[in-house]
């Protein structure tokens, strides 16, 4: 199982939200390269960066920023945030990032993601399964949809999508761990879906579980931030 630190941006700075709530807000470095420097300095690999000013304009922001960290490390990035045309994902690939992140876009815009898949490829566009209480989120995690976390992966599978993060908004920021049930029943619904959690993760106890259920990834943030996980107790991972 890989393990996928967050950098998530305000203002060109390292922040973390709570339930995506913008008034929930905590700065945790002005510096995002120096904090992806650590993460790779530790033996990290991957690193999942959210453009979140992007998120609120509909388009990329923080592009500078991305190609800062794409410039000065080796991290495998995947990057999110903003991207609403076939323009911006050329934006952030030129930019640096290995992946992007297609989230609400997603649900919104099928045709447009499913042309994205087609354009760039199945592993270059992972897909993001935003849900609570089993139901995909809308409208920045302000509304439910009426379509279930399994109907909506199942569709993307059958697109050509290959690879999926799964973010609880419940447990988004809060720390109280990962939702093992739902990732336990999706895996066995989905085999052939490769599944990255998100959302709760708070210590190397989730990190454990979710190996054991057959996640492929495991997004980390306010768990490293906080020091409820450390860099060195997840050497095993790296």
Not at 175 to 183: A, E, F, N, R
Not at 206 to 214: C, K
């Amino acid at each position: 199982m890989e393990i996928i630190p967050a950098i998530d941006l305000i203002n060109g700075q390292c922040v973390r939200l709570t339930e995506g709530d913008f008034a929930q807000q905590t700065t945790y470095d002005a510096d995002p390269l120096a904090v992806a420097q650590r993460f790779e300095a530790a033996g990290v690999k991957r690193l999942h960066l959210v453009d979140l000013d992007g998120a609120r304009a509909k388009r990329p922001v923080n592009l500078p920023v991305l190609e800062r960290i794409a410039r000065h490390t080796s991290l495998h990035i995947d990057f999110g945030g903003g991207l609403q045309s076939e323009d911006a994902v050329r934006q952030a690939f030129d930019a640096g990032a290995r992946q992007i992140t297609a989230g609400s876009i997603a649900v919104r815009e099928p045709e447009t993601v499913n042309g994205w898949l087609h354009a760039f490829g199945a592993d270059r566009i992972i897909i993001g399964a935003d849900y609570r209480d089993n139901h995909i989120s809308i409208n920045a995690w302000a509304e439910q949809s009426e379509r279930t976390l399994r109907e909506f992966v199942e569709g993307y599978l059958a697109s050509g999508a290959t690879t999926f993060i799964c973010t609880d908004v419940s447990k988004d920021g809060k720390l109280q761990g990962p939702s093992l049930g739902t990732y336990t029943e999706l895996r066995e619904q989905l085999p052939a879906a490769r599944l990255i959690a998100s959302g709760g993760v708070t210590t190397i106890a989730d990190v454990e579980a979710l190996a054991a259920v057959g996640m492929h990834g495991a997004i980390i943030g306010k768990a490293i931030y906080e020091g409820t996980i450390t860099l060195e107790q997840l050497q095993p991972w790296l």
